[in-house]
């Protein structure tokens, strides 16, 4: 619906609403940049600090997945009534926790009342705007890097279940909960092409914006992503969120999919993710540089596909 907005020709807008993009540039004077973005949601954890750190870290995302840094956020909270107090403030608490880590200021924010508790960020960053990054500037022979494991939409709907393991609700937590900043500090020497955060479109549909923003067919090996301990056991017994078939109806026609890849596997490649890593496009010398250099720092890192010339469909998935 977005794309339905007026179109706007301000051309100190770099990046707006007419792409797929992860956030708003607007240039500024000097060759610098403002990045602008905003993201809440409903609790996907029990416990209300966790939730607050989750969704505080989804927001922060945004600006890393741009080539930029955080430097200013606002809280946006929805609270029913009947939330006690103390579950506010830790959701506050949370949320504080990891601003700071970012090393992003907490400005302030805005409440309102609502049925359902939601919490999420309104941030603000800044970059040289020769480092603004887009998810449309992959390149023919690049390869895909995948900074954080997938399978996270199956796993919250297992614990919704209270299914899960504690030590695969801890991992899963710690997961969402961990900030693209490291990621970003180790790209950005490396000059990437493209970049986005992989989030509740799934790793398929946010390598589709990718390759239909740059014009390229992008090859997923599905062999090759990482996944969150218990995922595809739990996807196996079908334990699906909607959402996960809802991204497959969005984008089945664009995708060729080889035959061979097991079943749960596949849909854990449409599993929406809250939080999700950065899927990184660059040449292959130096994203084999980033794999090494993320491992080093103690990050899950795969190359995950290749990025090559527009075939019939734009994403291809193969074993």
Not at 145 to 170: D, H
Not at 251 to 270: H, K, Q, S
Request: hydrophobic share 45%; with cysteine.
């Amino acid at each position: 619906m977005l794309k339905d907005l007026p179109k706007q020709t301000d051309d100190r807008l770099l990046v707006g609403h007419s792409g797929s993009d992860d956030a708003a540039v607007y240039r500024l004077d000097g060759g610098q940049a403002l990045i602008q973005t905003v993201d809440f949601f409903p609790p996907v954890v029990d416990d209300p600090y966790d939730f607050g750190r989750v969704a505080a870290a989804n927001a922060l995302s945004d600006v890393w997945a741009m080539g930029g840094a955080p430097r200013l956020a606002m809280n946006l909270l929805a609270v029913p009534p009947s939330l006690p107090p103390e579950a506010v403030r830790a959701i506050l608490a949370g949320g504080a926790e990891k601003v700071s880590e970012a090393g992003a200021l907490l400005a302030g924010g805005h409440s309102i009342q609502d049925e359902e508790p939601k919490y999420g960020l309104c941030v603000t960053g800044f970059a040289a705007e020769a480092d603004i990054l887009k998810n449309s500037g992959a390149r023919a022979g690049d390869l895909l890097v995948l900074t954080k494991p997938i399978g996270s939409g199956v796993l919250t709907t297992a614990a919704k279940a209270e299914l899960l393991a504690p030590a695969e609700a801890s991992i899963l937590t710690e997961t969402m909960a961990a900030l693209n900043k490291t990621a970003w500090e180790e790209m950005m020497p490396l000059r990437p092409h493209g970049c986005t955060d992989v989030t509740g479109f799934g790793l398929v549909g946010h390598a589709l914006e990718m390759a239909r923003g740059s014009g390229l067919t992008l090859t997923l090996w599905a062999a090759q992503v990482p996944l969150l301990p218990g995922a595809l056991e739990w996807a196996r017994q079908g334990l699906l969120p909607g959402g996960c078939h809802r991204n497959r109806a969005d984008v089945e026609r664009e995708t060729d999919t080889v035959p061979g890849i097991e079943l749960a596997l596949r849909d854990l490649l449409f599993d929406p993710q809250t939080s999700g890593g950065l899927l990184i496009a660059l040449p292959e010398r130096r994203a084999e540089e980033l794999i090494r250099r993320l491992r080093d720092r103690g990050l899950t890192a795969c190359a995950v596909g290749q990025a090559g010339p527009r075939k019939v469909q734009p994403l291809h998935i193969q074993p």
